[in-house]
């Protein structure tokens, strides 16, 4: 029987490369080979693609900078990201005919970005819309010449971008999917493509409203777009391709003997990138582990070494080993206290509240048990606006003196052990306070018991390289 040209195909796979396996011509060249390679294999092939490596950066000061009136960011980024481009291109793609076309859609994108960089610089104002449809011109730029690549490579593949396919509601910078309308643009732009045999080369990062307006997902959300598509194609496996050998015991920057974690839960796997580790986007996990599809993390410059596989909470091993140690950098400890906190205030809710309400994000909470004293971390950036909103919120109590003291530590890093089965084994939180006390480093806050794969502790940022490496000598043992 013929297929129906619209039929959602069987086994889909989604692969998606991050900045630095389009960042080069060499990566790019290897991205390629990978890509025809399982191509060969699987019928069925969607790849998913960031910006070359440092491109949302610079496109996001240029519209920063242009609505502080500062145009020169832009006019640089706009010529560096020109070159860059094109001498892939030059590299990468044969045919005159295609080369040229290319070129010309580069410096058309390239000079949209101008234009509204100009526009912005006028207004003296940059809109959240505004900087969704500038900084998502990086992945509209590479996923042309990577789809362009694979076919003079020869295999049938199409750029696609996102805003055709992830609709999402309004919320620019941070949007979310809708998932059932993307579904069904899953169906009519994308399983027509794999039918024709040909490879979907899409867009990461961006989606759009149902009006077609430019939305992003968040910083480093072309893993989420990856497991968004995987969603919405029924695929069976989401490969993200990076920089590392899949997902590492420890950042090898700081700690030369991290090596790679073969099997990681993705309650594991969660904790990790809440924390810190920069592996896989905190969003992108949920929805495979709720869809069961299978999701592996590989080396783009090592493509034949296993990576890491995530796995089901149910099939977690290693009970009672460390299994990494990561550090989420840059907070202050907040310590709010007073005798007279404890007398049903509800400090601790109305903080919550305020919390929400700022829209910060606050990763843990330990309070004293005579509810005399609370602390959290905050990062940097939104410290002002905590103090702000604490000295408003608990007006009265400070006014009262019942609040005797907000305190501001100096800057902290929150380190992460991860440990499956931490409530089983408690031996392990022993061991990590003896290793970090034997190097006389002082932890500033702790908490433990809201995760069974994860301890959290707080250290000054000047002892956490010293706290990760110790942590980290007891998983070689
Ligand atoms: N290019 C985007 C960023 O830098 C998205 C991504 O890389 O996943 O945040
Ligand atoms: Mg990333």
Known sequence: MEKSKDALPQNTLVMKYGGTSVGTIA?????????????????????????????????????????????????KAARELTLRHHEMIDKLIQDPNKWLQLKMDINRLLSDFTNLCQAIKILGELSPRALDTVSSLGERLAVRILAAAVESAGFPAKAVEASQIIITDDCFQNAAPDMKLTTARCEKVLAPLLNEGIVPIVTGFMGATPDGVITTLGRGGSDYSASILAVGLRA????????????????????????????????????????GAKVLHPKSVKPCVDNQIIMRICNTFYPKKAGTLLVDNSRTTDIGKIKAVTSANGYKLITVSGAGMDNGMNVSARIFAGFVEDGVNVSMVIESSSEQSLCF???????????????????????????????ISDTVDIITVICPGLKTNPIVIAQV??????KGIRIKALSYGASDVSLNLIV?????????????????Q
């Open 460 to 476: 000054a940022s000047e002892n956490t390289k010293e706290s990760l490496k110790c942590i980290h000598e007891l998983i070689s």
């Open 27 to 75: 990566a790019m060249q290897s991205a390629v080979q990978i890509i025809c390679e399982t191509k060969a294999e699987r019928e069925n092939l969607v790849v998913v693609t960031s910006a070359i490596s440092g491109a949302t950066n610079l496109l996001i000061q240029s519209a920063t900078d242009a609505a502080e009136g500062n145009g020169l960011t832009s006019e």
């Open 433 to 438: 306070l003896n290793q970090i006390d034997s």
């Open 377 to 407: 971390p905050v990062a940097i950036k939104d410290v002002n606006r905590v103090i702000k909103m604490l000295n408003q919120v608990l007006e009265k109590e400070i006014s009262r003196k019942d609040i005797e003291e907000i305190q």
């Open 236 to 275: 069976t496996e989401v490969w993200i391709w990076t920089d590392v050998t899949g997902v590492m015991s420890a950042d090898p920057r700081i700690i030369p003997q991290a090596k790679t974690i073969p099997y990681l839960s993705y309650k594991e796997v969660s904790e990790m990138a809440f924390y």
